[in-house]
């Protein structure tokens, strides 16, 4: 008997469409370790039955490439029903070139679009396709660049903690890979005086320091209150990860270039962090999402998700053990620039939308003169 996956049904997968966009920055960018005047989206549209679904991820252009050579041909003709399916269909197709990295980053795009037609197809929110836990998930500002004044950085943390009331806010630090520690103490004083006591405040070193420089780091800001630190050392040093977790206040975070389930279960189960990040852009999807906050939960832990918001949306209320959600600031206003139907965080809160799917709609005209030739 044919497998439901080859069988003839009345919605297979028809056709699969990758193209990249590149949005130029508001301004200069960097953190700890990198800095960019561009972000590139790939922008993934599925098709069965009359409906497209939408996914995309934050990657290399050469991203859309592995999507139209490998990873449409290995779901098209697949029951659009059936993502888990789809999803092994695609496994199978990155085995030879290597499932982690870039190839990851096509796949989680191509199986957000498809999580996103199967809601479509049925007429349903993808969030109650999914079966939701909650109706909102919390969020905080993100951004704080390095590269920001300190007028810059106070009007940007202002809008997010008194204009949108956002109560979580999150800046960049390490400068220049953990160099310019001075500046870096001067920028997380200038943000908790911009936000207030009542604001939390987060800081992310994209793992910039060495161990013992970050927990230096805490104790010099200890009367701020920090209560994130997000990859204070690589995400790749889990001892280091774990020493300064035991030796500082803040909840200490990473995951978020996490590509592949055994990635999250060895940060899981190296007792170095206090919060799991993931990035439904980048770590295989919906489908993989799911795993990956199963293997968090039975570690006890809470999962965070990572840049994307409008991707993430929908997961992140089916997520038992979430956490929260980075409300990014390129990432927020690509969003905003590329679909209809994106989300308000105002209060600190987003809802997924009623609508069939994710709730977004395309503007290709808006994109297009973004579109990578």
């Not at 995309?56 to 050469?62: D, L, V």
């Not at 496994?91 to 070139?97: G, K, L, T």
């Not at 009331?165 to 997380?188: E, Y």
């Not at 050392?233 to 055994?262: C, K």
């Given at each position: 008997?044919?497998s439901?996956?080859?069988?003839?049904?009345d919605?297979?997968v028809?056709?699969?469409?990758?193209?990249?966009?590149?949005?130029?920055?508001?301004?200069?960018?960097?953190?700890?370790?990198?800095?960019?005047?561009?972000?590139?989206?790939?922008?993934?549209?599925?098709?069965?039955?009359?409906?497209?679904?939408?996914?995309?991820?934050?990657?290399?252009?050469?991203?859309?490439?592995?999507?139209?050579?490998?990873?449409?041909?290995?779901?098209?003709?697949?029951?659009?029903?059936?993502?888990?399916?789809?999803?092994?269909?695609?496994?199978?197709?990155?085995?030879?070139?290597?499932?982690?990295?870039?190839?990851?980053?096509?796949?989680?795009?191509?199986?957000?679009?498809?999580?996103?037609?199967?809601?479509?197809?049925?007429?349903?929110?993808?969030?109650?396709?999914?079966?939701?836990?909650?109706?909102?998930?919390?969020?905080?500002?993100?951004?704080?660049?390095?590269?920001?004044?300190?007028?810059?950085?106070?009007?940007?943390?202002?809008?997010?903690?008194l204009?949108?009331?956002?109560?979580?806010?999150?800046?960049?630090?390490?400068?220049?890979?953990?160099?310019?520690?001075?500046?870096?103490?001067?920028?997380?004083?200038?943000?908790?005086?911009?936000?207030?006591?009542?604001?939390?405040?987060?800081?992310?070193?994209?793992?910039?320091?060495?161990?013992?420089?970050?927990?230096?780091?805490?104790?010099?800001?200890?009367?701020?209150?920090?209560t994130?630190?997000?990859?204070?050392?690589?995400?790749?040093?889990?001892?280091?990860?774990?020493?300064?977790?035991?030796?500082?206040?803040?909840?200490?975070?990473?995951?978020?270039?996490?590509?592949?389930?055994?990635?999250?279960?060895?940060?899981c189960?190296?007792?170095?962090?206090?919060?799991?990040?993931?990035?439904?852009?980048?770590?295989?999807?919906?489908?993989?999402?799911?795993?990956?906050?199963?293997?968090?939960?039975?570690?006890?832990?809470?999962?965070?998700?990572?840049?994307?918001?409008?991707?993430?949306?929908?997961?992140?209320?089916?997520?038992?053990?979430?956490?929260?959600?980075?409300?990014?600031?390129?990432?927020?206003?690509?969003?905003d620039?590329?679909f209809?139907?994106?989300?308000?965080?105002?209060?600190?809160?987003?809802?997924?939308?009623?609508?069939?799917?994710?709730?977004?709609?395309?503007?290709?005209?808006?994109?297009?003169?973004?579109?990578?030739?």
């Amino acid at each position: 008997m044919a497998s439901r996956a080859t069988s003839q049904t009345d919605a297979p997968v028809t056709a699969v469409r990758a193209a990249a966009y590149t949005v130029p920055t508001d301004g200069p960018e960097a953190d700890g370790t990198f800095s960019w005047d561009s972000t590139t989206m790939v922008l993934v549209q599925a098709a069965a039955g009359g409906k497209t679904g939408l996914g995309w991820t934050y990657a290399p252009a050469a991203a859309a490439g592995l999507v139209e050579e490998l990873l449409g041909p290995a779901v098209c003709g697949v029951d659009a029903l059936d993502v888990p399916a789809a999803a092994a269909a695609m496994a199978r197709a990155v085995r030879n070139p290597g499932s982690t990295g870039l190839a990851s980053y096509a796949v989680s795009a191509v199986d957000c679009a498809l999580w996103d037609l199967k809601a479509r197809l049925l007429d349903l929110p993808l969030h109650q396709l999914l079966g939701a836990v909650r109706d909102q998930v919390a969020v905080y500002g993100s951004g704080g660049f390095t590269t920001y004044s300190e007028d810059q950085l106070r009007k940007q943390l202002e809008g997010w903690a008194l204009g949108q009331r956002i109560p979580r806010v999150k800046i960049k630090v390490g400068q220049d890979g953990g160099t310019n520690v001075p500046r870096d103490l001067a920028r997380i004083r200038q943000a908790r005086a911009a936000v207030g006591p009542g604001t939390e405040l987060f800081v992310d070193a994209n793992g910039a320091y060495t161990a013992k420089q970050a927990i230096r780091v805490m104790q010099a800001v200890a009367a701020e209150n920090v209560t994130w630190f997000e990859e204070p050392v690589s995400s790749d040093h889990l001892a280091g990860l774990r020493v300064v977790r035991n030796a500082v206040e803040a909840d200490v975070a990473a995951g978020e270039y996490g590509t592949g389930l055994p990635y999250f279960q060895r940060m899981c189960a190296a007792d170095a962090i206090d919060c799991l990040q993931a990035d439904v852009s980048r770590c295989g999807g919906i489908s993989e999402w799911l795993r990956i906050a199963a293997v968090a939960a039975a570690h006890g832990l809470e999962l965070s998700g990572h840049c994307a918001p409008h991707l993430s949306a929908a997961v992140a209320v089916a997520t038992p053990n979430f956490r929260h959600l980075e409300w990014f600031h390129d990432h927020v206003r690509i969003e905003d620039l590329f679909f209809d139907g994106t989300l308000d965080p105002a209060g600190g809160w987003i809802c997924p939308g009623d609508g069939p799917g994710n709730g977004l709609q395309f503007r290709s005209s808006d994109a297009e003169q973004y579109r990578v030739p």
